[in-house]
């Protein structure tokens, strides 16, 4: 009897190749849940406490979603679903999410009057799995039906959003964009996109680069030029915020053509570096906390 192949690459490895594979199929995996056919936006994971899930997390538990067509949003440990009187179903697969944390450490090649610590960045795999797969759990982990919210009050709750923000919007021209220099964002008139939620994604999108401005959360890896491999990060960054923000604002995401130019500085980007998808998530994470007005915290 053949033996199990047992995973030995590392976890930034996998995770990116995954990705990786996804782009090169021209697929934008932030997007897959917007494109299953489910009908109308998605939010984020859950985990069994209702707390939603940020980051890289979110990106690994969509796209297990969309391959495997879970509609419940929440997702528990094993022994979760023990301790709440569930069972997994026998032959199911988990889905593996990643927690970040340092540990300190003693240095000894520490400089003369430093402390002699050393904080290193540990990155922990674990499984769970979707309450689709947990049979006897309490009623209240029981798939519901979406409460239908109107057009208008989406769009409502968006634009008390972007105001919250206090960023300066502009409307003209042809194109969407932020200007650093000046500290504004650029946007077309809502007459110019195909759809009305199309505006709004587009515009969270420019606002994601907004909050990279140096007194704000100063992201130093932007460009101006389209080839630079700065330009592609913080092209990602930007663009895993606005999928972040759709699912918490409830707007519908759908592939932008324009940014089918930004994929092969994307796959450059993660080919070089394992681990740029995970960075780009934690700083898109940080990006929405300050727009929402949290204080960050890692994902």
Not at 119 to 129: D, G, Q, R
Not at 237 to 250: K, R, Y
Request: glycine share 8%; charged share 20%; aromatic share 10%.
């Amino acid at each position: 009897m053949a033996r199990p192949v047992t995973e030995t690459r590392p976890l930034y490895t996998r995770v990116t190749d995954a990705i990786v594979a996804d782009l090169e199929r021209g697929v934008r995996p932030w997007t897959k849940p917007w494109a299953s056919g489910a009908g109308g936006p998605v939010g984020r994971p859950l985990r069994h406490s209702g707390e939603p899930y940020r980051g890289i997390n979110v990106l690994l538990l969509w796209a297990e979603a969309f391959e495997r067509g879970y509609a419940a949003p929440t997702w528990m440990t094993f022994r979760q679903a023990l301790a709440l009187g569930g069972h997994v179903r026998k032959g199911e697969h988990g889905a593996t999410v990643v927690y970040a944390n340092r540990i300190v450490r003693e240095d000894p090649d520490a400089p003369a009057g430093d402390d002699g610590l050393r904080s290193i960045p540990f990155l922990k795999a674990y499984t769970v799995f979707n309450v689709g797969q947990i049979d006897s759990l309490p009623a209240v982990y029981a798939p519901a039906p979406a409460l239908a919210v109107s057009a208008e009050r989406r769009i409502a709750a968006v634009e008390a959003f972007v105001a919250s923000t206090g960023a300066a919007v502009r409307h003209g021209g042809d194109r969407a964009y932020y200007a650093p220099g000046p500290d504004y964002v650029q946007m077309p008139k809502l007459a110019a996109f195909p759809e009305l939620e199309d505006y709004y994604a587009t515009l969270l999108h420019e606002l994601t680069h907004w909050t990279g401005h140096a007194s704000r959360l100063d992201r130093e890896f932007g460009a101006p030029r389209t080839g630079d491999n700065r330009y592609a990060r913080e092209e990602l960054v930007a663009e895993l915020g606005a999928a972040f923000l759709c699912a918490d604002l409830g707007v519908s995401l759908r592939p932008r053509e324009d940014h089918a130019s930004y994929l092969a500085g994307w796959l450059k980007v993660m080919k070089a570096d394992h681990r740029s998808i995970f960075a780009a998530a934690a700083h898109a994470q940080r990006a929405c906390d300050l727009l929402s007005g949290v204080a960050t915290a890692e994902p």
